[in-house]
Nanobody, 127 residues
Framework: QVQLVESGGGLVQAGGSLRLSCAAS????????MGWFRQAPGKEREFVTV????????NYADSVKGRFTISRDNAKKLVYLQMNNLKPEDTAVYYC????????????????????WGQGTQVTVSS
């Protein structure tokens, strides 16, 4: 059984930074792309960023480009989301998820392509 556990969320002022972590178990972590998604109050869950299984390919939502950075440590089975220059509109529950297809050539931003999800971590940005 695959388990994903996010951590690192919290309350931060606008312009501040947070680093989220996602710890994975139960699958060959290094063979799967990992994504971050978020859901703000009253809104649908949306794509934030994804990193390919080698770590060499990434994709970001336009709203976070230049501010957020995704990375992974395959030896530790961890994926990170460094969030800088946070804005109030970044307030959401952040989820990590694992691609359902191993060794996918191109990363995917579609939620249906992810089969396991963490429980989420709350990020609140005050103005």
């Amino acid at each position: 059984q695959v388990q994903l556990v996010e951590s690192g969320g919290g309350l931060v002022q606008a312009g501040g930074s947070l680093r989220l972590s996602c710890a994975a178990s139960g699958r060959t972590f290094s063979s799967y792309a990992m994504g971050w998604f978020r859901q703000a109050p009253g809104k649908e869950r949306e794509f934030v960023t994804v990193i390919g299984w080698t770590g060499g390919v990434t994709n970001y939502a336009d709203s976070v480009k230049g501010r957020f950075t995704i990375s992974r440590d395959n030896a530790k089975k961890l994926v990170y989301l460094q969030m800088n220059n946070l804005k109030p509109e970044d307030t959401a529950v952040y989820y990590c998820a694992t691609d359902r297809v191993p060794l996918r050539v191109a990363v995917t931003t579609r939620q249906v392509d992810y089969d396991y999800w963490g429980q989420g971590t709350q990020v609140t940005v005050s103005s």
